[in-house]
């Protein structure tokens, strides 16, 4: 145990029911590999870890509508705390979605059964930014997503860190313009060729708020912000330097600028830029510590274009929990060894999908700790 009671303050939006200094950490390797520490085994957290695959959040969210789920402080607790209770994880993530900002910018979102999240009043052209909310209005209407953090970072009760998060300047931008989910995001794109000055407006807004969301979270308790860039691939490596390279250094910038200013504790920062592997050598030096990686890349590449100096986390394929144990083990030994058991967290290369077997996951977690354990027993 390293870390004290935390004194952090409940901030400008504090339930002044909830007391304001948090339980100690029992459980900081997440946080140690993150700052690139050593660690007597691997760290390992799932992306999307609170989610459809296990039965009791198909029963928890039953009949409710998503974003009123998101809305509710006590059932993000709960939905972030049942993985925990299934699985020896390292990190726990806050039940939320990337889309709660460009709603608290003003942007009506509905979950359609079937199709995923919808926009009812896409951004179709540049007059259409007139109709969004300041990043300052938008920084007072996530105040619900702080009340989650700051319960459940009590109810771990030390536990495990707490990770917060939001989606990437441009990956929000994707769905505000699409209305929702798409294979090309060709619209989104669209305007980057169009109106390259008004996307640089948009993106100017989200970076803002972003910014100040992200700063808030740490108030709120969050010890850990990990940036969605869920489509980086569709840009390209020129498109993507051009308009999402420089807001996700905008980003960690001026959040941990905030956080100095605010008085808050700096906490890792960690980037995932989906399909984005022509990105890696420049995001290990956009100011993150954590450079997640999908698992299109090979670990010593992603190693070799890192420099070797940063902290690496991902990568295993979604799809390797469908196989067999033995193969699962198998594939985990792999991936572990290939990226070393320091300055690594183990993950998937993206979100759990909803029909992967629990049991998988069980696997998957409790392999990486023997098999990191052991590697690192031979090496010392
Ligand atoms: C469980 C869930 C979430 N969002 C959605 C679901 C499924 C809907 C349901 O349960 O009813 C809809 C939901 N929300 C979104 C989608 C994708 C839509 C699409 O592109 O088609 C869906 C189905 C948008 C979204 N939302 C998120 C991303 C980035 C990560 C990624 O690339 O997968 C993205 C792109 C982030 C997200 N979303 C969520 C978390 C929870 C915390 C955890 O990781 O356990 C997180 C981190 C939660």
Request: glycine content about 8%; hydrophobic content about 40%; overall charge negative.
């Given at each position: 145990m390293t870390e004290q009671a935390d004194m952090s303050t409940c901030g400008q939006h504090g339930n002044p029911d909830v007391p304001d200094v948090f339980p100690a950490l029992k459980n900081d390797t997440f946080l140690r590999a993150a700052r690139g520490e050593a660690t007597s085994y691997v760290p390992v957290w799932?992306?999307?870890?609170?989610?459809?695959?296990?039965?009791?959040?198909r029963m928890k969210r039953a009949g409710q509508d998503f974003f009123e789920t998101c809305r509710n402080p006590a059932a993000c607790c709960e939905l972030?705390?049942?993985?925990?209770?299934?699985?020896?994880?390292?990190?726990?993530?806050?039940?939320?979605?990337?889309?709660?900002?460009?709603?608290?910018l003003g942007m009506d979102a509905e979950m359609i059964p079937g199709k995923g999240p919808t926009f009812k009043q896409p951004l179709e052209e540049p007059s259409h930014l007139q109709r969004l909310l300041s990043p300052h209005a938008a920084r007072s209407a996530l105040f619900y997503v702080h009340d989650a953090l700051r319960l459940t970072r009590h109810q771990l009760d030390g536990l495990v860190p707490l990770i917060g998060f939001a989606g990437a300047p441009w990956t929000l931008m994707c769905y505000m313009v699409e209305g929702g989910g798409s294979t090309t995001m060709s619209r989104a794109k669209r305007w980057l060729y169009q109106y390259p000055e008004e996307s640089h407006n948009l993106l100017k807004i989200l970076t803002d708020t972003v910014v100040e969301y992200l700063v808030d979270q740490v108030s709120a308790g969050a010890q850990a912000l990990q940036l969605f860039e869920s489509h980086a691939g569709c840009l390209g490596p020129s498109l993507f330097m051009e308009f999402a390279l420089p807001c996700l250094k905008d980003v960690a910038r001026r959040v941990?600028?905030?956080?100095?200013?605010?008085?808050?504790?700096?906490?890792?920062?960690?980037?995932?830029?989906?399909?984005?592997?022509?990105?890696?050598?420049?995001?290990?030096?956009?100011?993150?510590?954590?450079?997640?990686?999908?698992?299109?890349?090979?670990?010593?590449?992603?190693?070799?274009?890192?420099?070797?100096?940063?902290?690496?986390?991902?990568?295993?394929?979604?799809?390797a929990l469908y196989a067999p144990k033995e193969v699962l083990e198998k594939k985990v030994n792999k991936m572990v060894s290939e990226f070393g058991t320091q300055r690594y967290i183990a993950n998937l290369g993206h979100?759990?999908?909803?029909?992967?077997?629990?049991?998988?996951?069980?696997?998957?977690?409790?392999?990486?700790?023997?098999?990191?354990?052991?590697?690192?027993?031979?090496?010392n």
């Open positions: 799932c992306m999307r870890q609170a989610g459809r695959y296990l039965p009791e959040f972030t705390l049942q993985p925990l209770r299934r699985f020896d994880l390292d990190a726990a993530i806050i039940f939320s979605d990337i889309l709660v900002v460009p709603q608290a941990q600028n905030g956080l100095r200013q605010a008085d808050l504790p700096a906490v890792p920062m960690i980037v995932f830029a989906k399909d984005g592997h022509f990105s890696l050598q420049e995001l290990s030096q956009a100011g993150y510590d954590v450079v997640g990686v999908d698992w299109t890349v090979r670990p010593e590449l992603a190693r070799e274009l890192t420099g070797g100096k940063i902290t690496l986390q991902g990568n295993l394929d979604p799809c979100g759990i999908y909803p029909d992967a077997p629990p049991e998988g996951l069980g696997t998957f977690v409790d392999a990486v700790h023997a098999i990191s354990r052991s590697l690192n027993a031979c090496t």
